[in-house]
């Protein structure tokens, strides 16, 4: 008996408590809130799926309503109760904020903000907030994507290019329209809105010039463009300040930490990326290039030097091996018979040797037909042969040979050439690759990249550059105006075949998603190839290059006697091996001849 009142006291307790706990959620305005906000979530679903749900909200005080929601979302659920997150924000996924008040988010993890900086975010608002306060508010952090909801089931949306900051949406609208979506992309149309860039000045990248139309300062070349064409895109404004120097090369580090410091949206200059950057401040690759060298053209070989490279072993010994065949076969074909087979008929045949050289010689009487056949081969060798290193002579001395090329780093060093080096390529490519450069004998340093730069666009052939395949088209295209070409890319040493190079941004920048969206529509549509290889063109029409002949042109001098040099010594000497012959032959004939009569 005592046990069953116990239990009967204990199962009251219980039933009490469970009418204290599920009282709020049986209050017929706070059902009434939740289908709302649940109409809310798929809406909001249906216009852009989200699969991660964040929860901005304070732990203690008064329930928050999207906590409430948790069993019906079934969805992965990150609780921030503390308004900010320990740890680097690190998912992939497509994630919706949900903010139980207008100051639930705090968040102090600066790379959790940068990469939760584009996310919806959906507030309950106070009964004091009003909406455009809160608007306000999210627009200073630069976050756009935000929705809010009140207690009594209103939808407000915030709009940042209009006079009213902030829409009121009908909960039960389909968002059939981009104007009752819930979020839009608020950077589609900017309405003037100013961005601030400006242009390193590095042609061909970025030039200025004054509008003929308009008078004002205005930016071109490959990199400008795309600048250029997002902000007409995007209906935006980009004002130059008007203290410009025209032609001023302005520093890449100077752009770089102004944009660091927020004071520039988008620099109109480009950022190698090799690996070490923080990317937080580079936008989506612009294009891809290798980095390499621009050497001088070889100079070309003397004339001395042109009877040695036409002669080549291989062919050489094919025709010393013709010369002994046919000479055996004139000796054979003679009198079919080999008595007159010896080593000087066979190496001083004179027949054999003029035939081959392409002179006449007299045929015995009456020769047979082998005879005939052997001197038509003989002929058609010896005209081929004399056509052949004609044709190499006239052609040579007519544009003669280039000579060795430089293939290594090794070669560079043992050249008479110098190695021009910017220091901070320098630096930068020692810390890739783990190579001194610095200790080189023949490497001229530069600290100042404009320096680098003016010596390199004179054509200095007393140098060799770094270039970039992008900058190199222009420099080929400009020696095509020269009388002979000055310095060619070589693609066998390089420091990067492949380096990539992206438009340095500011950290927050809201719109960059539609700006790297851009730089891809512009490979898309073909224009970032267009406006490279237009690169030298407008470099020429805004005076940024001339098209002075730089190459060196060497004139084509008169042969001297010591240009046929090799062939006098030749000459001297075969005369002297046909001596020394014919001292032999007399002599061994003299001593046959004594010989028998002694015998005798």
């Excluded at 937080?280 to 003397?302: H, I, N, R, W």
């Amino acid at each position: 008996m005592r046990l069953y009142i116990i239990f009967i006291l204990v199962s009251g307790l219980c039933h009490n408590l469970q009418c204290i706990q599920l009282g709020n959620p049986t209050d017929p305005i706070d059902l009434q809130l939740q289908e709302k906000l649940l109409k809310i979530l798929e809406r909001i679903r249906l216009e852009r799926n989200y699969d991660t749900i964040v929860i901005y909200g304070q732990s203690g005080g008064e329930d928050c309503l999207f906590h409430e929601l948790l069993p019906k979302l079934q969805l992965p659920t990150v609780l921030l109760t503390k308004g900010s997150s320990l740890s680097d924000w690190s998912f992939s996924s497509d994630s919706l904020l949900l903010c139980c008040d207008s100051k639930a988010e705090q968040e102090q993890n600066t790379r959790s903000l940068l990469r939760l900086q584009q996310a919806r975010r959906l507030v309950y608002l106070e009964s004091e907030m009003q909406p455009q306060w809160l608007c306000e508010d999210y627009f200073e952090r630069e976050q756009h994507n935000v929705a809010m909801m009140n207690a009594q089931g209103d939808l407000f949306s915030c709009r940042l290019f209009q006079e009213i900051n902030h829409v009121q949406l009908d909960i039960n609208s389909d968002s059939k329209y981009n104007s009752d979506s819930i979020y839009v992309q608020q950077f589609r149309n900017m309405k003037g809105a100013v961005i601030r860039s400006e242009p390193d000045q590095l042609a061909p990248r970025s030039m200025l010039y004054h509008d003929p139309v308009t008078g004002n300062i205005k930016m071109g070349g490959y990199v400008a463009n795309l600048v250029n064409t997002f902000v007409e895109r995007v209906n935006a404004t980009l004002p130059l300040r008007d203290d410009l120097k025209f032609g001023e090369n302005y520093g890449l580090f100077d752009l770089i930490k102004r944009t660091h410091h927020n004071q520039l949206d988008i620099a109109t200059s480009l950022l190698g990326i090799f690996g070490d950057e923080n990317l937080d401040y580079v936008s989506y690759p612009y294009y891809s290039t290798s980095y390499c060298f621009m050497l001088p053209v070889p100079a070309k070989l003397p004339y001395n030097q042109i009877y040695t490279i036409i002669v080549d072993p291989p062919v050489l010994g094919i025709i010393m091996v013709l010369f002994v065949i046919l000479s055996l076969l004139l000796i054979y074909s003679q009198e079919l018979s080999w008595r007159q087979l010896s080593l000087a008929n066979v190496v001083l045949n004179d027949r054999s040797l003029r035939g081959l050289l392409g002179q006449s010689f007299i045929l015995s009487d009456n020769p047979s037909r082998h005879m005939k056949a052997i001197c038509l081969i003989l002929f058609f060798a010896g005209l081929m042969i004399t056509t052949m290193y004609q044709a190499y002579l006239q052609t040579l001395y007519t544009s003669p040979p280039l000579e060795e090329m430089l293939h290594s780093f090794e070669d560079f060093q043992n050249s008479r050439y110098k190695i021009a080096l910017w220091r901070y390529e320098m630096e930068k490519v020692e810390s890739i690759s783990n190579v001194s450069l610095s200790t080189a004998r023949n490497i001229a340093i530069f600290d100042l990249y404009t320096d680098f730069i003016k010596i390199r666009d004179t054509f200095n052939a007393s140098f060799i550059y770094t270039v970039s395949k992008q900058r190199w088209r222009t420099y080929a295209e400009q020696q095509k105006s020269f009388k002979e070409q000055a310095f060619y890319y070589s693609d066998d040493v390089c420091f990067s075949r492949f380096v990539l190079f992206g438009f340095p941004l500011r950290r927050h920048l809201p719109y960059r998603q539609q700006f790297e969206q851009h730089i891809l529509h512009m490979h898309a549509f073909g224009l970032t190839q267009f406006w490279i290889s237009r690169s030298f063109y407008d470099m020429v029409h805004f005076n940024t290059t001339t098209l002075k002949d730089y190459s060196n042109t060497r004139m084509h001098g008169a042969v001297f006697l010591r240009d046929l040099v090799y062939i006098f010594e030749f000459y001297a000497a075969f005369h002297l091996l046909a001596c020394f012959c014919f001292a032999i032959e007399c002599f061994w004939a003299r001593f046959r001849r004594t010989v028998a009569i002694k015998n005798v």
